[in-house]
């Protein structure tokens, strides 16, 4: 049984930082692509950015370029989210999400497998 455990959400003021986690057990991953998504209330899980676990190959929403970097832990199976630069916009829960295909997708239903979320907040 495939889990996702997110970690690392809270409370930040605009301009400063946080570390997402997402703990992934239950299966290989390295044939997955592993994503992270984001829903604010009364909207759609939107697309922040995705990692191939096989070689690493990154893939971001233009929104967070520049501002978020997503890596991956082989030892640790584990796939982080560094978010700098935060903005009262970034404000909404946090998923991480794994599709079961080496191809990328920024589509929320491409996904198979998916965390609890976590909340950020971002104050102003």
């Known amino acids: 049984q495939v889990q996702l455990v997110e970690s690392g959400g809270g409370l930040v003021q605009a301009g400063g930082s946080l570390r997402l986690s997402c703990a992934a057990s239950?299966?290989?991953?390295?044939?997955?692509?592993m994503g992270w998504f984001r829903q604010a209330p009364g909207k759609e899980h939107d697309f922040v950015a995705a990692?191939?676990?096989?070689?690493?190959?990154?893939y971001y929403a233009d929104s967070v370029k520049g501002r978020f970097t997503i890596s991956r832990d082989n030892a640790k199976n584990t796939v982080s989210l560094q978010m700098n630069s935060l903005k009262v916009e970034d404000t909404a829960v946090y998923y991480c999400?794994?599709?079961?295909?080496?191809?990328?997708?920024?589509?929320?239903?491409?996904?198979?497998?998916w965390g609890q979320g976590t909340q950020v907040t971002v104050s102003s």
């Open positions: 999400a794994a599709r079961s295909a080496s191809g990328y997708s920024p589509n929320q239903y491409d996904y198979d497998y």
């Open positions: 239950g299966r290989t991953f390295s044939r997955y692509v």
């Open positions: 990692i191939r676990w096989s070689d690493g190959t990154t």
